[in-house]
């Protein structure tokens, strides 16, 4: 084949690539604004049950104990338990927890300091030691970079009590909180990961439980093996709500956007933080992953301008740089708040594109300093060190 013949070749797959990617973000964009409608339409009337939320903590974060606080300023008639574990007696999350005011007695605030492990995951290990000190009968399990608005509990609360649901978890946009890459991965959860969330599930799909939220029953997370069954699994928020499923129960996602707090101080911390979630992934659903690649229609049209320059390419161009416009203005409508400019919309996707690539020739990934293999069914070894 001549060379002439391979470029052609090159530029009709790469020109197919990007008009693909075009269609899937204004089909996203539908269903993006669809959700949208029904989210403000969403009025849970369900009564409030006691409930205790777990926040395993690794370190200080910037606007910590703030994140923390919103789990407690909740309109929620029942009472909420907040129960922080950490690992050290010299964790430094410590400090935020300890500012935290209940404010009423019908809040309360716990800390464990627990430096059992109990297998490779250490957020999960640090779970394992909180549940003794969990009171109540709702269990809500929230990352530690997550906030919230006084309308959460009542959100999840409702979806919760609908006849056959085991799970519920909720999408999230971000928030960068650590200046211009923080800010930048951010995007790529508000932008990138929450619309293929709704896509994932206006195909019927099924909701994957993730970190933002898991609220179930302790009855419900009894009848799992509890989170000792998860101590070597990854993805363990995953692997949480495919447990539930086998149940014979839903995974449902709240009518609710919680805000996920992006702290990446530099480009090599964004960079090791988005290639263990690619590779994550990449591990749960590979078919899935790699039709991720129609998401990213920019790449595909920047080689045809350059191999193929012409009108057809410019347009092409034109539109893989218009179109996520549109996109970010109904994400941006649905959360109440943007997330990042618009000039940062053309880096985030190359980013995302070497990020994704990369990920087909990782097995160890960096988890909050910890080196961790990956192995087969979704299990990881012994970290060098602690991670959450």
Not at 151 to 165: I, M
Request: glycine content about 10%; hydrophobic content about 50%; aromatic content about 6%.
């Amino acid at each position: 084949m001549s060379n002439l013949s391979v470029t052609g070749a090159i530029v009709w797959l790469s020109g197919l690539m990007a008009v693909a990617g075009c269609g899937y973000i204004v089909a996203t964009t539908v269903i993006v604004a669809r959700f949208g409608s029904a989210l403000r339409g969403a009025r849970p009337t369900t009564p409030a049950e006691p409930v205790t939320v777990l926040k395993p903590l690794h370190g200080s974060e910037p606007r910590l104990r703030a994140n923390l606080a919103t789990f407690l300023e909740q309109d929620w008639a029942a009472p909420i338990q907040l129960v922080a574990g950490v690992h050290s007696a010299q964790d430094k999350a410590i400090a935020a927890v300890n500012r935290l005011a209940p404010g009423t007695t019908s809040r309360a605030v716990g800390l464990v300091v627990d430096g059992r492990r109990h297998g490779a995951n250490a957020k999960i290990g640090n779970l394992i030691n909180m549940m003794p000190s969990a009171a109540h009968d709702i269990i809500v399990l929230s990352d530690s970079d997550i906030a919230v608005t006084p309308a959460y509990l009542a959100r999840v609360g409702g979806a919760l009590a609908e006849p056959g649901v085991g799970a519920v978890t909720c999408l999230y946009r971000g928030r960068g909180d650590n200046g211009f890459w923080s800010q930048l991965g951010g995007a790529a959860i508000s932008y990138r990961f929450l619309p293929s969330v709704l896509v994932s599930r206006a195909l019927d799909a099924g909701a994957a439980c993730m970190g933002s939220t898991i609220a179930l029953r302790r009855e419900t997370l009894d009848r799992i093996g509890g989170f000792e069954r998860f101590a070597d699994i990854l993805a363990d928020d995953h692997a949480i709500g495919e447990a539930v499923r086998a149940l014979g129960l839903q995974v449902v996602i709240a009518p609710y956007v919680v805000t996920h707090a992006s702290t990446e101080p530099s480009l090599a911390a964004l960079f090791r933080h988005e290639l263990r979630w690619g590779a994550t992934v990449r591990d749960i659903n590979p078919a899935g992953y790699a039709g991720l690649i129609v998401t990213m229609p920019l790449p595909f049209a920047l080689l045809v301008l350059a191999l193929a320059p012409g009108l057809a390419a410019g347009v092409l161009a034109g539109l893989t740089l218009a179109l996520p416009i549109l996109l970010k203005r109904a994400v941006d409508r649905l959360v109440g708040a943007s997330t990042a400019p618009l000039w940062q919309m053309p880096l985030r996707e190359c980013l995302s594109f070497v990020v994704f690539v990369t990920s087909f020739f990782v097995r160890t990934v960096d988890w909050q300093g910890a080196r961790l293999d990956m192995a087969p069914e979704g299990k990881i070894k012994a970290a060098t060190s602690l991670g959450q």
